[in-house]
């Protein structure tokens, strides 16, 4: 049979039978649509205009370091929960204040911080390794396989996933194979805190100059063996006892610093035997020097120099050993005759 004969006669029928449904279906989404334009009509939400101004003066990185998924909800925050306008690191005082401005407040002070890494290995040139890991090259990864493949499990395992999270190229990786912070660059977002699995990295304020290099909460003997020359922190309690300021605690043979203590003297650094604590300011102080006609040899300055840099007999005049001052300036502080200075 010719079905070319047969198209003229089912044509009609084909149409209607298509037409129909189309047509139900073609107004059905239209009603849906006037529907949906109704409601957004009616239950519209005025979204603050401060909202938008907040966003535009904000950097845009949506690194979540002000604890927001990102900066929409930041800027959402300060305006409709009373967030702080100060917590965009990366915007730094000048975005705080600009945020002040359109709120009608006033912008605390906003002081940088720093993120700081609590370790001194990393890479294969500086870590000791139990096995040979050959699997997915991230520390996450890593860690979850036989505790990781680095013998120190406190320690960085250094597959880069700080360095991969940070937007800002603050990051980079030494010909020594040791991961290093550029402070410049550094805005304090917090994303290679969040990357670390193990947790080795911490937000200090920039102001501060003293840190500790390891994580190891390893006894002595075990944290050098696994370590070896990489200064591990031994649990020794030497910086606790020297600290003048009583602002560092040991627990589980790892030292702390309280920063709401901490001088920035350096003490600490000094006495610390395996050379754990990094102070960036060591050998830049300006040390101290005894005015011999005002010293009356009272003794009170010796017991306190935790590097033994005094020296005299009591009732004597004393004099300070410049090869040995750190310029912390724990001396001058307890002389009562005021008879130590800061050697110009």
């Known amino acids: ?42 239950f519209a939400v005025n979204r603050d205009p401060r909202v938008e101004e907040i966003i535009s003066v904000l950097p845009g990185a949506n690194c979540g370091g002000c604890g927001k998924a990102g900066c929409a909800g930041y800027a959402e925050a300060i305006v409709l929960q009373g967030a702080p306008v100060n917590l965009c690191t990366p915007g730094g005082p000048k975005v705080a204040q600009e945020i002040a401005k359109i709120m009608g407040t006033e912008a605390e002070a906003v002081v940088k911080k720093i993120a700081v890494i609590h370790c001194s290995t990393g890479g294969k040139d500086n870590t000791k390794w139990k096995y040979d890991y050959r699997g997915i090259e991230t520390c996450l990864s890593a860690v979850n396989i036989a505790g990781g493949p680095n013998s120190c499990s406190w320690g960085c395992v250094g597959f880069n996933d700080c360095l991969n999270a940070c937007k800002f190229d603050a990051i980079s990786v030494d010909e020594s194979g040791m991961r290093i912070i550029d402070i410049e660059k550094c805005t304090g977002c917090a994303a290679c805190v969040k990357a670390c699995p193990r947790k080795l990295i911490d937000l200090i304020s920039i102001q ?3 840190f500790i290099k390891c994580s190891s909460k390893d006894k002595g003997p075990l944290a050098r063996q696994v370590c070896g020359t990489n200064q591990p922190c031994i649990g020794c309690g030497i910086c606790v006892k020297k600290c003048p300021q009583q602002a560092i605690t ?11 203590k901490c001088t920035d003297c350096g003490v600490c650094a000094a006495v610390c035997p395996t050379n754990a604590i990094l102070d960036t300011l060591r050998g830049t102080r300006k040390k101290s020097e005894i005015d011999a006609e005002l010293c009356d040899g009272c003794h009170i300055c010796v017991p306190v120099c935790a590097v033994g840099a005094i020296k005299g007999e009591e009732n004597q005049k004393h004099n300070i050993d410049q090869d040995k001052c750190i310029g912390c300036g724990v001396c001058i502080t307890v002389c009562p005759k005021n008879a130590i200075k800061t050697k110009e």
Not at 2 to 29: F, K, Q, W, Y
Not at 250 to 260: E, G, P, Q, R, V
């Open 208 to 210: 501060q100059n003293v």
């Open 1 to 42: 049979m010719n079905l070319s004969l047969l198209l003229p006669i089912l044509a009609p029928s084909l149409a209607s039978d298509i037409g129909v449904p189309v047509l139900i279906i073609g107004a059905m989404g239209l009603a849906f649509g006037l529907l949906l334009a109704f409601a957004s009509k009616v």
């Open 250 to 260: 040991m627990a589980n043979n790892l030292a702390s610093i309280d920063y709401s």
